[in-house]
């Protein structure tokens, strides 16, 4: 695997149930990103880790709650999420966060809340 | 904190004419700015970046930005478009945060259409 790999790349659930989003970069970078892209809106930034801390938590409702274990991996845990929830929800990383570090993105997951 | 301005939200172009997609972005001291591609059911993909020297910066697939200080603005330009071209196009600029991290502020996209 090369890039950065997310998974599942769909998923469908209630808005009772509890799910969690994995990703996985083989950069080696140290900083990884949650975004959440919903139609004709700008990509919003929910997460910020940093050598695993993390450093950034864009007013994100507690129904999401991060998870970083190491630097190569990133978690999403979901849980009583509201129809509004549904999106595409992206996964980063970079080597850093500075000025001039570039973001590689995985394909993301289709979130859909019934 | 910065923004990002995308003017269109659509832009379609008939294959082989030239295209240019437009970006303008808030006033800063230092400005660091790129161009994402998302191709259809698969994330962001870096297009080129600004970082310093040089106002005009090439990137993959034959496109190219012009930084304009004056005007705040960041376009996208291509001489001859590819049906394969079609996709959404993303304008960003680094932000620093409180924190004094810098994180990129997206525009709302612009999805380019090629018709053959």
């Known amino acids: 695997e090369t890039g950065v790999t997310q998974t599942p790349r769909h998923l469908v659930m209630g808005m009772t149930n509890k799910k969690s989003l994995k990703c996985e970069q083989h950069l080696g970078h140290n900083a990884m990103y949650w975004y959440k892209q919903s139609a004709k809106k700008p990509l919003e930034l929910m997460f910020v880790y940093n050598f695993k801390e993390q450093t950034e938590n864009n007013s994100v409702p507690s129904r999401f709650s991060p998870e970083c274990p190491n630097s190569s991996h990133l978690f999403l845990h979901l849980h009583t999420l509201q129809p509004e929830d549904s999106a595409l929800y992206l996964c980063?990383?970079?080597?850093?966060?500075?000025?001039?570090?570039?973001?590689?993105f995985g394909p993301g997951t289709r979130l859909t809340v019934l | 904190a910065q923004s990002v301005t995308q003017l269109d939200s659509q832009v379609p172009v008939f294959e082989e004419a030239p295209v240019e997609l437009r970006c303008n972005y808030s006033?800063?001291?230092?400005?660091?700015l790129f161009w994402y591609v998302q191709y259809p059911n698969q994330g962001l993909q870096l297009l080129l970046k600004y970082l310093s020297g040089s106002t005009l910066v090439k990137g993959i697939n034959g496109f190219e930005a012009e930084f304009n200080k004056s005007q705040t603005s960041f376009h996208l330009r291509k001489p001859s478009v590819h049906i394969s071209d079609t996709a959404e196009y993303f304008c960003?600029?680094?932000?620093?945060?409180?924190?004094?991290?810098?994180?990129?502020?997206f525009g709302r996209g612009t999805s380019l259409i090629v018709h053959p």
């Open positions: 980063a990383s970079s080597q850093g966060l500075a000025w001039a570090d570039t973001q590689y």
């Open positions: 006033s800063s001291v230092s400005v660091y």
């Open positions: 960003a600029v680094s932000d620093e945060t409180s924190g004094g991290s810098y994180i990129p502020t």
